[in-house]
T-cell receptor, first 108, second 120 residues
Framework: SSELTQDPAVSVALGQTVRITCQGD??????ASWSQQRPGQAPVLVISGKNNRPSGIPDRFSGSSSGNTASLTITGAQAEDEADYFCNSRDSSGYRLVFGGGTKLTVL | QVQLVESGGGVVQPGRSLRLSCAASGFTFSSYDLHWVRQAPGKGLEWVAV????????YYSDSVKGRVTISRDNSKNTLYVQMNSLRGEDTAVYYC?????????????WGQGTLITVSS
């Protein structure tokens, strides 16, 4: 199966640590990528590969993976981190992408 | 800086066609695979199609296969998607995005999106 499963919603207290997970068989072959989408805006890549942050992404964002599960961790969540987070990977074609359903993060 | 600018969206009747464009700048266009990703109102991201850097490989999601054609003009730094037989469920913001490259699963740059509304 090429599906990726995410929890629909997660909340975290300001300054605390939160983990957002993504599960799927394709993650045994490919790393997950993670994108952040604030309301009304286009997605922004926050984690690629094993644990790489594009320029400008704060180091409180990190990624990890084990078996069929990938995780995005935000250490010391800030108010501006409140957003939707999507994981994605590739399917067996090596070209097609598959997205998780997204996780809405609320910072309390 | 890398820029992707979509255009061509609008309101269209069911069964009609529409072509979206994505004008790119700030990078060597012909070196990158490019994707279309859509997002229905209030929903998540759905991958639509990808085209390889030289246009030789194209892949589509099952939901649009047979109705959608992705193409590119490397001389004009522009990506296209031709959408035919449009349905209500095609209503979405359509984003073009750059593939970060082999060995990755990442889309490192996205356009701002263009909205297609399919309605009679």
């Amino acid at each position: 199966s090429s599906e990726l499963t995410q929890d629909p919603a997660v909340s975290v207290a300001l300054g605390q640590t939160v983990r957002i997970t993504c599960q799927g068989d394709s993650l045994r072959s490919y790393y997950a990528s993670w994108s952040q989408q604030r309301p009304g805006q286009a997605p922004v890549l926050v984690i690629s590969g094993k644990n790489n942050r594009p320029s400008g992404i704060p180091d409180r964002f990190s990624g990890s993976s084990s078996g069929n599960t990938a995780s995005l961790t935000i250490t010391g969540a800030q108010a501006e981190d409140e957003a939707d987070y999507f994981c994605n990977s590739r399917d067996s074609s090596g070209y097609r992408l598959v997205f998780g359903g997204g996780t809405k993060l609320t910072v309390l | 800086q890398v820029q992707l600018v979509e255009s061509g969206g609008g309101v269209v009747q069911p069964g009609r066609s529409l072509r979206l464009s994505c004008a790119a700048s700030g990078f060597t266009f012909s070196s990158y695979d490019l994707h279309w990703v859509r997002q229905a109102p209030g929903k998540g991201l759905e991958w639509v199609a990808v085209i390889s850097h030289d246009g030789s490989n194209k892949y589509y999601s099952d939901s649009v296969k047979g109705r959608v054609t992705i193409s590119r003009d490397n001389s004009k730094n522009t990506l296209y998607v031709q959408m035919n037989s449009l349905r209500g469920e095609d209503t979405a913001v359509y984003y073009c995005a750059r593939d970060m490259g082999p060995g990755t699963t990442s889309l490192d740059y996205w356009g701002q999106g263009t909205l297609i509304t399919v309605s009679s």
